[in-house]
T-cell receptor, first 111, second 116 residues
Framework: AQSVSQHNHHVILSEAASLELGCNYS??????LFWYVQYPGQHLQLLLK??????LVKGIKGFEAEFIKSKFSFNLRKPSVQWSDTAEYFC?????????FGKGNQVVVIP | DAGVIQSPRHEVTEMGQEVTLRCKPI?????LFWYRQTMMRGLELLIY????????DSGMPEDRFSAKMPNASFSTLKIQPSEPRDSAVYFC??????????????FGPGTRLTVL
């Protein structure tokens, strides 16, 4: 079964700062990769996904992620965060029809 | 589309009581997933159905948990008897396409369960 690691569970930064969240996975087969976001009190929403093709994926709200196969990584980035980006971010890896989530990154953006 | 619908949104019950959580997937989606979210363990897949048939229930913690999907538009997750350690947010998600589809899962708002 696949597993997902997300580091730096709590991230605090100021508006306009750049954000990068790491995601590493372990799985021997072909994977599909996702980043979900959970705003306070809300359900999970898809930010972006990678299935094949260009390893640099652009999602909603200015987020992007890069799949580096050799490093088993799918890091999420945003060049300039806003207060409204305060949320919990989950990396997820789908392999063998199962979706495994990381523990999440709690991101707090200070105005 | 209303999205994935879950009820109740909040449930407070006493230890030993039966709890039933409900989910209505997005119309046309043929895969349905139940997850549990806790601070300690994060998001865990409990069980998923494809075309109303349970495919993988290896995440169901123990026999106190059971899930059914009697038709394409409704699923239940039942805990009997409930225990305080079952307190968590339970999410339902649905996905369209074939089994193993590359489509993403759409999540419901969750049910926050508190067992006293």
């Amino acid at each position: 079964a696949q597993s997902v690691s997300q580091h730096n569970h709590h991230v605090i930064l100021s508006e306009a700062a750049s954000l990068e969240l790491g995601c590493n996975y372990s799985y021997g087969g072909t994977v599909n990769l996702f980043w979900y976001v959970q705003y306070p009190g809300q359900h999970l929403q898809l930010l972006l996904k990678y299935f094949s093709g260009d390893p640099l994926v652009k999602g909603i709200k200015g987020f992007e992620a890069e799949f580096i196969k050799s490093k088993f990584s799918f890091n999420l980035r945003k060049p300039s965060v806003q207060w409204s980006d305060t949320a919990e971010y989950f990396c997820a890896v789908q392999g063998n029809n199962r979706l495994a989530f990381g523990k999440g990154n709690q991101v707090v953006v200070i105005p | 589309d209303a999205g994935v619908i879950q009820s109740p949104r909040h449930e407070v019950t006493e230890m030993g009581q039966e709890v039933t959580l409900r989910c209505k997937p997005i119309s046309g989606h043929n895969s349905l997933f139940w997850y549990r979210q806790t601070m300690m363990r994060g998001l865990e897949l409990l069980i998923y159905f494809n075309n109303n048939v349970p495919i993988d229930d290896s995440g169901m913690p123990e026999d106190r948990f059971s899930a059914k999907m009697p038709n394409a538009s409704f699923s239940t997750l039942k805990i009997q008897p409930s225990e305080p350690r079952d307190s968590a947010v339970y999410f339902c998600a649905s996905r369209g396409g074939l089994a193993g589809s590359y489509n993403e899962q759409f999540f419901g708002p969750g049910t926050r369960l508190t067992v006293l």
